[in-house]
Structures are given as structure tokens and as C-alpha cells.
């Protein structure tokens, strides 16, 4: 493995920490900054949504954006502007900061969330074994470190732009100085042809092949969505904790979303990828169970454990199993299946604070555990099956990522 790679993958797994200190930052204060705009329930949802939507935006953009410029180059400037996003939606005090704040962080997070996935996927592509979980597990460390630094805001009683001031200050430069070592690659299939020939955007992704996995991207951020958006008003609304009590969910979730990736890649080459998808799956049902029927919060704070150690392993094979299927369209793939990232989100969101209001925030935590379980349905498709693709013809059976004498 050369040095080139390896800087490669530590700067890549440094732009997901930073990611996931910003998005924990900017979801586990969000009652603090409903207070701040003065943004009401019924408002909520819709400031909610439309991070998803134009984050879906930015994602489809970054396909069309990646055919003309690397990956790499797409990932070094969207970065700062989501860190700078998150500075505004602590700066301002009226509603048209926290709309555009809000829409140039959604925007940038489209585009961030697109390309860093695409480097992700030829990165393990290059290694030969599976190292995905990896970057997510950076992603997850990050968060733990964000929902941290958001429970000290809470604590002091912080101004959000005092919260947020710091660390943008801080990760900014960084992850700029990083991004001089990121790797763009290429797929298999555009190694054989050879410069010129295509590229890891350049083949045909048929969406009927696609399709399995975008619902189950959907299905897994529907759940993820229900964590990051409302697991603060729900400890504190429903199960009745304090304000500084309600930003731990969240930094629970990620600390064993942390611990689930970190072994995850060792699972996915012992057992497959769809052994292991298939038990993220079960435990975040019972996951979701627990929350719904806790008498308390300490344990509602199992039910959201179990939770992150369910769905941690999904997101990121999901991933990996679009570059395997479309190893000469990787690029346009993941950008695709990123989308659904958003979906999922832009229906998690506002089902669960609908179905709260209208009949209880109990039962709407049974709606994401009933379609969680739909993974089951989809599992194979984390596997390497013989398959018609978009050019129609017939690709030999590839083994899983993590089998066989060359790790793939």
C-alpha cells in the first residue's frame, strides 16, 4: 500500500470527522435555535425539510459537476462552505438568516455528503478489502465530538455563535490543508479500458438495479433522521428529562455507531455484507421498540444504543454495494444513491413530528421500526450477484468485499 493512499484515506477520514462535528452541532441544538428564530412547531418541519431537499439538489449537481472535475476537487470547496453555514445559523436573529444559512448548508451538504462517498468507494476499490465502514466510523467520532461540545453550549447556556465560532475556526483550515491529499480513483472497469475510455462516472447505471438500494438508503436515514431530529424533544417531551439530559441521545447513538463501524469492516470480511446488513437491521427494530415503549429516559437512552449499533452498518455497505454494481459508473451511482440519503430524511422528519402531534410520539417511533425491517426484504443486494447491467450485457460473479485471496 503506498504512502500516497494512505495519506489519501487519513485525509478522507478527517473531512468525515469534521462532517459529522457540523451536522451534530447543528441537529442536537436544534431546540436552541427554534428558540433563537423564534421558529414554532407547526414552522419546524419545514426549516427541517428543506436541508434534505436541497441537499438532494446538491447531490444531483455533484453527479452532473464530477463528469468535468474530480471528486476530490468538488469535496475541497464544499467543505468550508458547510462549516461557514453553520457559523451563519449561529450568527443571525432573523428568520431570512436561518433560510439562507440553512439552504447554503443543505446545498454544500449535498454536494460534501456525493463526493466524499465517491472517493470512499474507490478508495476501498484500491485497497482491495473493505475499509468504507471506516470513513463512517470517522463520520460517527465526529458526531460524538459535535453533540459533546453542543451539551457544554447547553450547559453554560452558550450563544450558538459562541459555540459554533471555535470549532469552525479550528476544523476550517484543517480540513482545507487535508484536501491536497485526497485520492480521486477510478473503477475497475476504467482501469481495463484506460484513460479516455471511461471512468468511474462515465458507464450506464440502470436505477432498476439501483432501486433496492436507494430504498434501503431511505429506509436507514428515515431512521437515522428520527434520531438526529427528534430524539431531543422526545427524551425531554415525552420521557421528561432536562434540556442538558436531552442532548445525549444523540451523542449516545453516535458512540455506538462509532464502536459498530469500527468492527464493522472486520464483520463484512468474516461474515459478507449481507449477513451483516441483516443484523443491523433486526437490532434496530428492537431498537426502535425500546424507545417506543420506554417508561423513562435511561431507557430510552438503551432503546437509542441499540439503534446506533443497528444502523450504522447500513448506510455505509449500502455505498460500497453501489460501487460493486456499477464499477464503471461508481461516481454516478453513489451520487444517486445519495439522494435517497435525503429522501429518507425529508420523509423522517416531518412523519414523526406528524404523527407525534396527531396521535402520539410513542407510536410515530413504531413507524421507522416497521420500515427498518424492510432491509430484510433487499438484503441480497449487498451481494455480488451475477446481473444485467445497463448496457445489457452480463457481468461475471465477483466474490464479496472481504473474501477471497486478494480481499475482494
Known amino acids: 500500500m503506498t504512502d500516497v493512499l494512505r495519506r489519501g484515506r487519513a485525509s478522507l477520514a478527517f473531512s468525515f470527522f469534521a462532517q459529522g462535528v457540523a451536522f451534530a452541532l447543528l441537529v442536537t441544538r436544534i431546540p436552541a435555535i427554534q428558540d433563537r428564530y423564534g421558529i414554532s412547531d407547526a414552522l419546524l418541519p419545514a426549516f427541517l425539510a428543506a436541508v434534505p431537499i436541497l441537499a438532494g439538489v446538491g447531490s444531483v449537481c455533484t453527479e452532473q459537476l464530477v463528469k468535468r472535475v474530480p471528486p476530490s476537487h468538488v469535496l475541497r470547496w464544499s ?20 433560510g439562507l444559512s440553512l439552504a447554503a448548508f443543505g446545498l454544500a451538504v449535498g454536494s460534501l455528503d456525493a463526493s ?27 458526531g460524538i465530538v459535535g453533540a ?34 485526497y485520492v480521486d480513483g477510478t473503477g475497475p472497469e476504467a482501469e481495463a479500458k484506460g484513460p479516455g475510455e471511461g471512468g468511474s462516472g462515465g458507464g450506464v447505471v440502470g436505477f432498476k438495479l439501483l432501486l433496492p438500494l436507494c430504498v434501503v438508503m431511505a429506509v436507514a436515514y428515515i431512521g437515522d433522521s428520527t434520531v438526529s431530529n427528534w430524539s431531543a424533544k422526545y427524551l425531554q417531551d415525552v420521557l421528561g428529562s432536562s434540556e442538558q ?8 447513538y453516535m458512540v455506538t455507531t462509532l464502536i459498530g463501524r469500527a468492527v464493522g469492516d472486520f464483520g463484512v470480511r468474516r461474515f459478507g455484507a449481507v449477513m451483516v446488513v441483516r443484523a443491523g437491521a433486526v437490532v434496530a427494530a428492537v431498537g426502535f421498540a425500546v424507545v417506543a415503549g420506554a417508561p423513562g429516559a435511561w431507557v430510552g437512552m438503551l432503546g437509542f444504543t441499540l439503534l446506533g449499533f443497528g444502523l450504522c452498518v447500513i448506510v455505509p455497505q449500502t455505498f460500497a454495494a453501489a460501487g460493486r454494481l456499477f464499477p464503471g459508473a461508481a461516481d454516478a451511482a453513489v451520487a444517486r444513491l445519495n439522494i435517497f440519503n435525503y429522501v429518507g430524511f425529508l420523509i423522517g422528519s416531518p412523519l414523526v413530528g406528524a404523527l407525534g402531534d396527531a396521535w402520539s410520539y410513542r407510536g410515530a417511533m413504531l413507524v421507522p421500526m416497521v420500515l427498518v425491517l424492510v432491509t430484510l426484504v433487499y438484503a441480497k443486494s449487498f451481494a455480488s450477484e451475477p446481473s444485467r447491467y445497463g448496457d445489457g450485457h452480463e457481468r461475471p460473479r465477483t466474490a464479496d468485499v472481504g473474501r477471497g485471496s486478494n480481499g475482494l
Open 116 to 142: 466524499m462517498n465517491m472517493l470512499g468507494v474507490s478508495l476501498q476499490h484500491r485497497y482491495g478489502r473493505s475499509i468504507m465502514l471506516g470513513f463512517h466510523a470517522a463520520f460517527s467520532l465526529g
Open 79 to 98: 467543505q468550508p462552505v458547510v462549516l461557514l453555514a453553520l457559523l451563519g445559523v449561529g450568527a443571525g436573529d432573523g428568520l431570512w438568516v436561518i
Open 245 to 252: 439530559l436531552a442532548t445525549v441521545p444523540y451523542n449516545v
Open 148 to 181: 459533546s461540545l453542543a451539551w457544554v453550549g447547553a450547559h453554560w447556556d452558550l450563544a450558538l455563535f459562541v459555540s459554533y465560532l471555535p470549532v469552525v475556526v479550528v476544523l476550517l483550515p484543517a480540513a482545507f490543508v487535508g484536501s491536497r491529499w
